[in-house]
């Protein structure tokens, strides 16, 4: 009998010895990394963010699997500088990535490792399908740039001939489509155009399936809803509220593909799945063929229409599910925060973001570990946001409003005026309305300091 006992003592040892070498196997896993960013999106395009008249029935199922971020920046509002910011963690005034970049520029500096190639390093497969628009050069297209596949655009979709206001300037460059590293449409036309969101999709989904049984890094970065808008047959007219809406719907049905493919491969438990619901604010020029936010103005500028956007981080057991946070922070601290969760080494050049995950992640004993955040337009630096979000200072700077509104994707017009410098109070004030530097010269005076020497570090020689 006591023979017995012992050999059941030994048993349960042995299999619970067992039973924590395998927890501890799942817990050291590489967790996979899917990274969706909008272009030109607006901050209430999707519920829960916003009350849109057509359904996103996918982005709110992410939401409630998910934390909702709800002051998330990113440096500048154009699509060229905000991308290299995600993609390398560095501010446009150190990377000189500027504005938008057009066909033929080189773009990024190599010098400057992505997160494809921090996660390569690290034994992941890497894949983008979508815009690029940080260089169309051999040295700084997405093959040479720390991605093992690749499909799309080199730069937005308006860069073409059909342009309706550059004339023929940019019959010059023909827009291809990408794949792998070469070329498989010469011109994309609009019957192209309307397959793109699909494409790009099909595309990542496919990458998953294939490299379900090792690590990988997916980067989605979809062409719309940047102007022209198109959207495949499937979704033409379903919203009932134009086209628009449509391309709304057809990006939420992509973000539900991602989501649901990670579920029915069994990944979904150890994949961080990241959605950032754009790269800018809305082109608000053109209208009817652009999103609405309650924040200041939009694309352009360095007010939160502009610079701040809604985003989702779904990570299973690790971020709390159908959560909320309005813990500020920034799209340079992406690749810093995923080298951290990861097990990657950080990149060897001098990057400007922060690991960020007990701020975001909600376990009680996080702080931003930055004090400010700053944000520029294109070589001209214009404020900084406390890193807890609730102090804005804006500079003297002039920016671009509406005069008057485009209709059926033709711009209309802005008009330029100046704002003096300024402190916001985000809090109580979100919508930038209220200068309240005269009550709180004291905080003033800290923003403005940093600013100025934020400014002298990274601007002073655009000047």
Same mark, same amino acid.
């Given at each position: 009998?006591?023979?017995?006992?012992?050999?059941?003592?030994?048993?349960?040892?042995?299999?619970?010895?067992?039973?924590?070498?395998?927890?501890?196997?799942?817990?050291?896993?590489?967790?996979?990394?899917?990274?969706?960013?909008?272009?030109?999106?607006?901050?209430?395009?999707?519920?829960?963010?916003?009350?849109?008249?057509?359904?996103?029935?996918?982005?709110?199922?992410?939401?409630?699997?998910?934390?909702?971020?709800?002051?998330?920046?990113?440096?500048?509002?154009?699509?060229?500088?905000?991308?290299?910011?995600?993609?390398?963690?560095?501010?446009? #005034?150190?990377?000189?990535?500027?504005?938008?970049?057009?066909?033929?520029?080189?773009?990024?500096?190599?010098?400057?490792?992505?997160?494809?190639?921090?996660?390569?390093?690290?034994?992941?497969?890497?894949?983008?399908?979508?815009?690029?628009?940080?260089?169309?050069?051999?040295?700084?297209?997405?093959?040479?740039?720390?991605?093992?596949?690749?499909? #799309?655009?080199?730069?937005?979709?308006?860069?073409?001939?059909?342009?309706?206001?550059?004339?023929?300037?940019?019959a010059k460059w023909p827009l291809q489509f990408w794949k792998n590293g070469e070329i498989t449409i010469d011109s994309v036309d609009k019957e192209d155009q309307k397959m793109l969101s699909t494409w790009y999709t099909e595309h990542a989904v496919d990458f998953i399936k294939r490299h379900k049984d090792?690590?990988?890094?997916?980067?989605?970065?979809?062409?719309?809803?940047?102007?022209?808008?198109?959207?495949?047959?499937?979704?033409?007219?379903?919203?009932?509220?134009?086209?628009?809406?449509?391309?709304?719907?057809?990006?939420?049905?992509?973000?539900?593909?991602?989501?649901?493919?990670?579920?029915?491969? #069994?990944?979904?438990?150890?994949?961080?799945?990241?959605?950032?619901?754009?790269?800018?604010?809305?082109?608000?020029?053109?209208?009817?063929?652009?999103?609405?936010?309650?924040?200041?103005?939009?694309? #352009?500028?360095?007010?939160?229409?502009?610079?701040?956007?809604?985003?989702?981080?779904?990570?299973?057991?690790?971020?709390?599910?159908?959560?909320?946070?309005?813990?500020?922070?920034?799209?340079?601290?992406?690749?810093?925060?995923?080298?951290?969760?990861?097990?990657?080494?950080?990149?060897?050049?001098?990057?400007?973001?922060?690991?960020?995950?007990?701020?975001?992640?909600?376990?009680?004993?996080?702080?931003?570990?930055?004090?400010?955040?700053?944000?520029?337009?294109?070589?001209?630096?214009?404020?900084?946001?406390t890193g807890d979000g609730k102090w804005k200072l804006h500079l003297e700077h002039p920016y671009r409003t509406i005069d008057y509104g485009g209709k059926d994707g033709i711009p209309g017009k802005y008009k330029f005026e100046t704002i003096d410098t300024s402190l916001f109070d985000m809090v109580h004030?979100?919508?930038?309305?209220?200068?309240?530097?005269?009550?709180?010269?004291?905080?003033?005076?800290?923003?403005?300091?940093?600013?100025?020497?934020?400014?002298?570090?990274?601007?002073?020689?655009?000047?």
């Amino acid at each position: 009998m006591a023979h017995q006992f012992v050999y059941i003592i030994l048993s349960c040892i042995f299999l619970f010895s067992c039973s924590s070498q395998e927890v501890e196997t799942v817990d050291n896993e590489k967790p996979n990394v899917v990274l969706i960013f909008l272009d030109d999106g607006a901050f209430e395009d999707f519920s829960p963010f916003g009350q849109p008249r057509y359904p996103t029935p996918n982005v709110e199922e992410l939401a409630s699997e998910g934390r909702s971020f709800y002051s998330f920046y990113v440096p500048q509002a154009v699509c060229s500088a905000s991308r290299a910011a995600l993609l390398t963690g560095c501010y446009p #005034g150190r990377t000189k990535v500027f504005g938008a970049h057009g066909p033929r520029q080189k773009g990024l500096d190599p010098s400057f490792a992505t997160i494809g190639e921090v996660l390569k390093k690290n034994g992941y497969a890497t894949g983008v399908f979508g815009k690029w628009h940080v260089g169309d050069q051999p040295e700084t297209r997405p093959m040479a740039r720390g991605f093992d596949e690749s499909s #799309g655009l080199m730069y937005s979709n308006d860069m073409w001939a059909n342009h309706p206001e550059s004339g023929d300037y940019w019959a010059k460059w023909p827009l291809q489509f990408w794949k792998n590293g070469e070329i498989t449409i010469d011109s994309v036309d609009k019957e192209d155009q309307k397959m793109l969101s699909t494409w790009y999709t099909e595309h990542a989904v496919d990458f998953i399936k294939r490299h379900k049984d090792q690590p990988f890094f997916v980067y989605l970065p979809h062409s719309m809803p940047h102007v022209p808008i198109f959207c495949s047959d499937k979704f033409e007219g379903k919203s009932g509220v134009g086209l628009y809406g449509d391309v709304m719907m057809e990006l939420d049905w992509s973000v539900g593909q991602i989501n649901q493919t990670l579920k029915d491969e #069994g990944l979904e438990d150890n994949t961080v799945l990241i959605f950032i619901g754009s790269d800018n604010g809305p082109w608000l020029s053109y209208s009817d063929h652009a999103g609405l936010t309650s924040f200041r103005e939009g694309k #352009g500028t360095t007010f939160d229409g502009g610079v701040r956007n809604p985003a989702i981080v779904k990570y299973p057991g690790r971020m709390e599910a159908n959560s909320v946070s309005y813990n500020t922070f920034a799209s340079i601290d992406i690749l810093p925060t995923l080298c951290g969760i990861t097990g990657a080494d950080l990149p060897q050049n001098e990057i400007d973001g922060k690991d960020i995950w007990n701020w975001i992640s909600g376990d009680g004993s996080g702080e931003n570990p930055h004090n400010y955040y700053p944000f520029s337009n294109s070589k001209q630096f214009q404020g900084v946001i406390t890193g807890d979000g609730k102090w804005k200072l804006h500079l003297e700077h002039p920016y671009r409003t509406i005069d008057y509104g485009g209709k059926d994707g033709i711009p209309g017009k802005y008009k330029f005026e100046t704002i003096d410098t300024s402190l916001f109070d985000m809090v109580h004030d979100p919508y930038e309305r209220s200068n309240v530097i005269a009550q709180y010269p004291e905080m003033a005076q800290q923003l403005i300091e940093w600013a100025e020497a934020h400014e002298q570090r990274f601007y002073a020689q655009e000047e």
